[in-house]
Every structure is written in C-alpha cells, then in structure tokens.
Nanobody, 124 residues
Framework: QVQLVESGGGLVQAGGSLRLSCAASGRTFNSYPMGWFRQVPGKEREFVAAINWPGGTTYYPDSVKGRFTISRDVAKNTVYLQMNSLKPEDTAVYYC?????????????????WGQGTQVTVSS
C-alpha cells in the first residue's frame, strides 16, 4: 500500500513561515519527481512546487517563487516545503504528490499518488 502523509500545516500570521513535510511509505520514490499542490474550495488544484530526483532541480510558479523552497531527504524518503513570507492568499489545503514520470510534471493529472492534504491558513 502506497502512502503519502503530510504534516506541518496550521495557522500563521501574514509574513510568517511554515514547513510542510511529506513522508512516503510502502514504496520508495527516490527515482521519481515529487510535487506540492494546493487547493481552495471551488477552484482547481494549483501547482506550488516540484523537485526531481535526487533533488538538484526545482520548479515553482511565479506566485511562490522566492518565498517557497522544496527539498527532499533521500535517506528519509521525505519531501519538504519551506514557506516563508506567507500571504493570506496562500491559504489552502496543501497536497503532496508523487509522479512515476521521468520528466518533472507541473500538472496534477501527471501525478499518480497523493496525500490526504494539510490545511494552511494565513491570517491578515
């Protein structure tokens, strides 16, 4: 059974920081890309960050570039999302995802495995 478990969400004031973690179990994803997405009610799931294996290349949309950093610990089979300078518009449920593709994808449909999500709320 493949499992991705996110943690680290919570309530933070604007300008603050949070670090999300995503632990993978049941199968190693050390050869495949990992990504973070977020979603608010009534909107499509939005790409936030992605990282290749073993972690030398990262991808971000303009909305979070310079504020968010994705990283992975190969030994722990864990991916992190460091979020700094948070804004109220970053409020969403954040999902970790794993892809089996060779090229790093930035669209949700190209990720095969998903975590349950963790809520991030940024107050103004």
């Amino acid at each position: 059974q493949v499992q991705l478990v996110e943690s680290g969400g919570g309530l933070v004031q604007a300008g603050g920081s949070l670090r999300l973690s995503c632990a993978a179990s049941g199968r190693t994803f050390n050869s495949y890309p990992m990504g973070w997405f977020r979603q608010v009610p009534g909107k499509e799931r939005e790409f936030v960050a992605a990282i290749n294996w073993p972690g030398g290349t990262t991808y971000y949309p303009d909305s979070v570039k310079g504020r968010f950093t994705i990283s992975r610990d190969v030994a722990k089979n864990t991916v992190y999302l460091q979020m700094n300078s948070l804004k109220p518009e970053d409020t969403a449920v954040y999902y970790c995802a794993a892809s089996t593709m060779v090229v790093v994808p930035t669209t949700p449909s190209r990720y095969k495995y998903w975590g349950q999500g963790t809520q991030v709320t940024v107050s103004s």
